[in-house]
Each structure stands twice: as structure tokens, then as C-alpha cells.
């Protein structure tokens, strides 16, 4: 399992993020490509290094230019827009399936927050600063560099907040702004005595949407460390955030092993449903997948009346089972949901690439005890190769499929 740890001593901010997870090996490149994919234009991204008491960091830029051809730094004030208009343009976007699901997941713990603390339904927040053009590509690169680097755990320090206060679109607001704080409830934090915002409403957002679970670094077999830069100088330690990239292990007696199995808390939440088309339960499933749900499916069954109707189950992490939760009861008849736990048991995952004659296919690995048990031709993969070469899924598949075996028998 490959595991992401960000060691947030600084804080961490969305310009932070991008920039620590470009200095850990992520392409610049790929991330200016795919943000090209998005409706979006008048600005330019800049990357440099720069030194913060003695660490060498990566400093990530949204320049914006306005109409006066001006150009104007990272976190200015610019347009502002609502929340269901950047989902909007998010779905419309041809980025990956994957991509749309972290941002929408980003965007939405923000979304939730401000509509909470303004007193007004989600569909009407109104975003300011996150809103703006530099903010959507903080939050949209940092999900093009997540699945660049195929990370499966996410695992965080106790995040610093700062103290002091801030300048934002409705006027001086104590640090930690009201939105951060919001978000961040049920996640660990530490205070500190530096007058400074350390953690930014975007900066949670990645947090409370993206990690998995908080402590101490985890057992692992490092594979990158990177270092993301913030724009302020701090007085006495480094303003930088920290990622360290691994694969999980454990330490026994005779030495580092891969863990051959997990066992995670996963919330399982149930309704039954007897008056709803089919053409709307669609929807919902592909809406709860959006929403970070970790399976959802629907069992026959009758109720009250022997009326046909399903069962609506959906797995999901505590991280994402309030946002589920909502979603079934906005989007469904349902007039109560059930909540319960249950823990599961995992085995670790990998994805290589294998080298086909439509291309390169990712594979899906299902690991035990140190050994390859199965292996499954990525879907989105097979499909896009099938369509561009006009074969046959099951023949693309197939090749995929012996090509990862022949590469786990050493042939």
C-alpha cells in the first residue's frame, strides 16, 4: 500500500501542498497539462526553489493577469464564484474521473463549512477567496498530483493553526479563520503562539477530505521526501510543508515485511427505498461514488405491503460518511438513514504498468503475505485502449492481464 504523509509543523496551505508534492517527483508538467483541461484562463503558473532557514523548497504560483495585462501574485482577491458553478465546470472538464472525485471532495468539506457558519443552504455558498481562480488551481493540482502518484493511505501530523488575525472579504477575522476551524472539527490540532495563519480554509479542506488518519509518521519503505514552500518567512523555524511518500510495512524480528493485511473502521450506511425509478438510483450511486463512498450497492427486497422495493447500502470512511450521508438524504425519498461500524479486513494493493500492443495498462495487484494473488487490467484503462485501437475489450484485457502475469513470473 503506498502510503502519503504530511508532516504539516508549518501548517499547510494549498499552494503547500502542490508545491511539496512537485519537489517529491511529481511533473510539473503533467500537472500544467492536465489543468489545461479546465475552462479556466488569465493566469500563469510559476514553480522555483526557494531556501527557508536552510531547507530548500519548492514554491508553487498561480500568477493572474488582469484585464490590464498586470500581472497580480497568488492569493490576491479576485472573482468570485459559487459552489455549484466550480462543480459544475469541474464535471464539464474532461479531467480523470479520480481527479473530479478529490476535488469535489475538497471543494465540498469547504462548501459545508461556509454554509454553516453564514447560515445558508450548500447551494447557495458563495465562495471569496477560495473561489477565486488561484484557489481552483491549488485545490484542482493537488488532486491531478495525488493520482499522478497513485497514493492509496493518507496519513497526517496534528495540524498547527496559528494564532493572531487576518484580512479576508468580510473584514479583520480572528486566526484560525471561522471556515478552518469548521472543517477541521474531528481532526487533531496543536496550538502555537505564531502570529501567523499557518493553516488556510484550503489547506483544511485538503486535510479533512484527503487523509485517511493522524499521528506519527507511519511504518514505511521511503521512496520520496518533498518540501512545499509558503510565501511568509517564519521567525524561527522553517515555513514549509513536508510529504514523505513510502510503501507500508511492518517491523518483526526478522526484519521489514510488507503488511500482508489491514484492519480499518468503515461506516455502513442503510435505507430502504420503494418509490424511486431506476433511472434516479443510477444517479445516486454514481453520486455517492463521487462523494468518496468505498462501495455502494442496491438488494431486492419487499416491505411494508409487500411493496418490491431495495435496499440502499453504501460503505464508506469517516472521513467521507457525513457527505454521503447527506447526499442519500437529499437526493433520495428516504425520510432516515442507519449508521453503524463494522471493521474490515484489507489486503495490500499495488498498480504497475504493463507494456501492451494498445499501450501501456495499468494493472490492479492484490497482495498477501508478500506474494501477487491476483492481478485485474485496470477498467478506465482497457476501455480508453479498446476505443482507441477499435478491438475488443476482452482482448485488450486479456493481453493486459498475461502480460502482468508473465511480469510476476520473472518471464
Known amino acids: 500500500?503506498?502510503?502519503?504523509?504530511?508532516?504539516?509543523?508549518?501548517?499547510?496551505?494549498?499552494?503547500?501542498?502542490?508545491?511539496?508534492?512537485?519537489?517529491a517527483g511529481v511533473p510539473s508538467e503533467k500537472i500544467e497539462t492536465e489543468l489545461k483541461k479546465l475552462p479556466l484562463s488569465g493566469y500563469e503558473l510559476q514553480w522555483g526553489k526557494v531556501v527557508k532557514k536552510g531547507i530548500s523548497a519548492t514554491k508553487f504560483d498561480v500568477i493572474i493577469q488582469d484585464n490590464m495585462g498586470d500581472d497580480h501574485h497568488h492569493k490576491s482577491h479576485h472573482a468570485h464564484r459559487h459552489y455549484s458553478d466550480i462543480i459544475?465546470?469541474?464535471?464539464?472538464?474532461?479531467?480523470?474521473?479520480?481527479v473530479k472525485q478529490r476535488v469535489e471532495q475538497i471543494f465540498h468539506c469547504i462548501a459545508i463549512a461556509e454554509a454553516k457558519i453564514h447560515g445558508i443552504p450548500i447551494e447557495k455558498v458563495h465562495f471569496h477567496e477560495v473561489g477565486a481562480v488561484d484557489s481552483i488551481v491549488d485545490i484542482v493540482a493537488t488532486a491531478i498530483a495525488l493520482t499522478e502518484l497513485h497514493i492509496d493511505y493518507v496519513v497526517s501530523?496534528?495540524?498547527?493553526?496559528?494564532?493572531?488575525s487576518i484580512r479576508c472579504a468580510h473584514g479583520v477575522y480572528p486566526v484560525p479563520a471561522p471556515a478552518t476551524l469548521e472543517i477541521l472539527q474531528g481532526v487533531p490540532v496543536?496550538?502555537?503562539?505564531?502570529?501567523?495563519?499557518?493553516?488556510?480554509?484550503?489547506?483544511?479542506g485538503i486535510i479533512k477530505s484527503q487523509v485517511n488518519s493522524y499521528g506519527p509518521i507511519p511504518s514505511m519503505k521511503i521512496s520520496a521526501v518533498g518540501y512545499g514552500a509558503?510565501?511568509?518567512?517564519?521567525?524561527?523555524?522553517?515555513?514549509?510543508?513536508?510529504?514523505?511518500?513510502g510503501e507500508e510495512v511492518r517491523i518483526t524480528t526478522g526484519g521489514p515485511q510488507l503488511f500482508h493485511s489491514k484492519e480499518e473502521t468503515v461506516y455502513?450506511?442503510?435505507?430502504?427505498?420503494?418509490?424511486?425509478?431506476?433511472?434516479?438510483?443510477?444517479?445516486v450511486m454514481d453520486g455517492l461514488f463521487e462523494k468518496g463512498a468505498l462501495d455502494v450497492f442496491y438488494t431486492p427486497v419487499f416491505m411494508k405491503k409487500n411493496r418490491p422495493g431495495v435496499l440502499l447500502t453504501v460503505l464508506?470512511?469517516?472521513?467521507?460518511?457525513?457527505?454521503?450521508?447527506?447526499?442519500v438524504l437529499k437526493e433520495t425519498t428516504t425520510l432516515g438513514i442507519r449508521k453503524d461500524t463494522c471493521v474490515r479486513e484489507v489486503l495490500e494493493r499495488d498498480v504497475v504498468t504493463v507494456s501492451t500492443s494498445y499501450g501501456n495498462i495499468r494493472v490492479k495487484q492484490a497482495i498477501h503475505k508478500g506474494k501477487v494473488i491476483r492481478q485485474m487490467p485496470e477498467y478506465e484503462d482497457v476501455k480508453e485502449a479498446a476505443r482507441t485501437h477499435q478491438a475488443a475489450f476482452l482482448d485488450v484485457y486479456a493481453e493486459a492481464a498475461e502480460e502482468a502475469r508473465r511480469r510476476v513470473k520473472g518471464e
Do not use: W
Not at 511568509?232 to 510529504?243: A, H, K, M, T, W
Open 268 to 283: 455502513i450506511l442503510e435505507c430502504q427505498l420503494d418509490d424511486m425509478p431506476g433511472e434516479a438510483l443510477g444517479y
Open 1 to 23: 500500500m503506498k502510503i502519503l504523509y504530511l508532516d504539516c509543523f508549518s501548517g499547510i496551505s494549498g499552494d503547500m501542498m502542490v508545491g511539496a508534492l512537485v519537489d
Open 157 to 164: 501530523s496534528p495540524v498547527p493553526l496559528g494564532c493572531g
Open 316 to 327: 464508506t470512511s469517516e472521513t467521507h460518511v457525513e457527505q454521503c450521508a447527506q447526499f
Open 88 to 98: 459544475n465546470m469541474i464535471h464539464r472538464s474532461e479531467l480523470s474521473e479520480e
Open 190 to 204: 496543536v496550538s502555537n503562539h505564531l502570529p501567523f495563519e499557518l493553516t488556510t480554509p484550503t489547506g483544511a
Open 230 to 245: 509558503g510565501t511568509r518567512d517564519l521567525p524561527d523555524q522553517p515555513n514549509v510543508l513536508r510529504v514523505v511518500i
